[in-house]
């Protein structure tokens, strides 16, 4: 049913995908706000506070010139809209070494380009998986990657639209109410008008003008933006080990107590990283990926999940995209107040993994660069073998299944 109503309404949504935006997700600026902006992802025309000066100032002096964060900063001060080729996420893609050329080199025999089952040496469930515009074969298009994670598509807008509670899973319920929402009445259908008229723009109006993306509430200024590039909120001032170095050990408690000291982790089976806040939409929005991707694959390899500073606590850059669905908390200052949000995020994103609490120091997330979600891939000896861009935008648990697939079919 979800392929026959996007094919019916594509067309209509590529022309108002702008305008359906500013209403059920995540800015695709930035990926935190409600809407796009005009021109900068912060309040125009605000200077600086002290405090925000005082950061500037001490991050220049503390951090080397070529650095990521000193990109964000450079970003934030000169009004960019930090999109997916701005800021750090220009220089922060993704490391994996799984790219195509890998796989034409490992299994394309007879040079043509292509890779088909029978050139696979895994199973046809395995190369179905890597097979992601399911053409029956594998080819450089399967391993690109280059539109970022949050490009809205019509199957995109159906889900966000969907998901009334939030949680990155559509059940049965949810879908059924977005049938009604879209115009079916008593008939128990829908018409082509039905849709046609929910996805059209709504016509300006001279008397009521729509509130303009630098009036939002929610709309932060650079000041907001520097605190939480400081803080780390916005994302680790490290670049996080890049790939085929060795993945640096932590020990964490989980939220069933067990310790878990990565290193003695390392062995016969891979294992996955994903790092990820209870307040970053885009992590919410991706969960079902996440716990699709460990049930396929838990008895292959490791899964954990490690849980990381918020991205728009109430006391820092907030979103209106989250009180709208009851998310309103404050960065928490105490490791016990960070794992009881770990406990209300694994209960309402409905995930069986093992959560991992990193503290309020922000010591793993920090050095893996992990805020406000990223992935990565360690293999049986312990170095990284994929690593995602930075998030929002470069988190791509799609990406990641490839990359541990071929790991496993090595």
Not at 170 to 181: A, P
Not at 361 to 387: C, E, H, T
Request: net charge negative; aromatic share 8%; proline share 6%.
């Amino acid at each position: 049913m979800i392929r026959i109503l996007c094919w019916l309404i594509a067309p209509l949504i590529c022309a108002t995908l702008t305008v359906l935006a500013s209403n059920v997700l995540d800015s695709t600026v930035l990926a935190f706000a409600d809407e796009p902006a005009a021109k900068s992802i912060a309040s125009e025309d605000d200077l600086l506070t002290a405090e925000a000066e005082a950061i500037v100032k001490e991050l220049r002096e503390s951090l080397p010139n070529d650095s990521e964060a000193i990109a964000m900063l450079d970003g934030i001060l000169s009004g960019s809209t930090l999109n997916s080729d701005d800021g750090w996420f220009k220089k922060a893609k993704s490391q994996t070494r799984f790219d195509w050329e890998y796989v034409r080199k490992s299994f394309d025999n007879n040079q043509d380009a292509k890779v088909v089952a029978m050139e696979f040496s895994g199973s046809n469930e395995d190369f179905a998986r890597l097979d992601r515009n399911e053409d029956h074969q594998l080819t450089e298009a399967d391993f690109d990657w280059t539109k970022h994670s949050l490009t809205a598509t019509p199957g995109s807008m159906m889900f966000w639209m969907a998901d009334g509670d939030a949680n990155g899973k559509i059940t049965r319920d949810e879908f059924l109410s977005l049938f009604e929402n879209l115009g079916a009445d008593n008939e128990g259908y829908l018409a082509i008008d039905d849709l046609r008229e929910r996805f059209m723009p709504a016509p300006p109006s001279t008397a009521n003008p729509p509130t303009s993306p630098s009036k939002r509430p929610d709309k932060p200024s650079r000041s907001t933006l520097i605190l939480g590039l400081k803080n780390q909120e916005l994302g680790s001032l490290q670049p996080g080990p890049n790939l085929d170095e060795s993945a640096p050990d932590f020990t964490l408690t989980s939220l069933d107590g067990k310790q878990v000291t990565l290193s003695k982790e390392v062995g016969e089976k891979p294992i996955v990283l994903i790092f990820g806040n209870f307040t970053c939409g885009p992590f919410r929005s991706q969960s079902g990926n996440i716990e699709k991707l460990y049930h396929r694959y838990q008895d292959r390899a490791k899964f954990f999940l490690v849980y990381v500073r918020e991205a728009h606590p109430s006391d820092g850059w907030w979103m209106m995209s989250n009180q709208r669905v009851g998310i309103d908390l404050s960065q928490p200052k105490l490791d016990s107040d960070r794992r009881s949000i770990a406990v209300t995020c694994k209960k309402h994103l409905e995930l069986d993994l093992p959560f991992l609490v990193d503290g309020v120091d922000d010591a793993v997330g920090s050095v893996y660069s992990g805020m406000p979600n990223r992935l990565y891939l360690i293999d049986q000896n312990g170095r990284i073998a994929f690593k995602n861009g930075r998030g929002p935008f470069g988190f791509h648990p799609r990406q990641l299944e490839q990359a541990l697939l071929l790991q496993l079919n090595k």
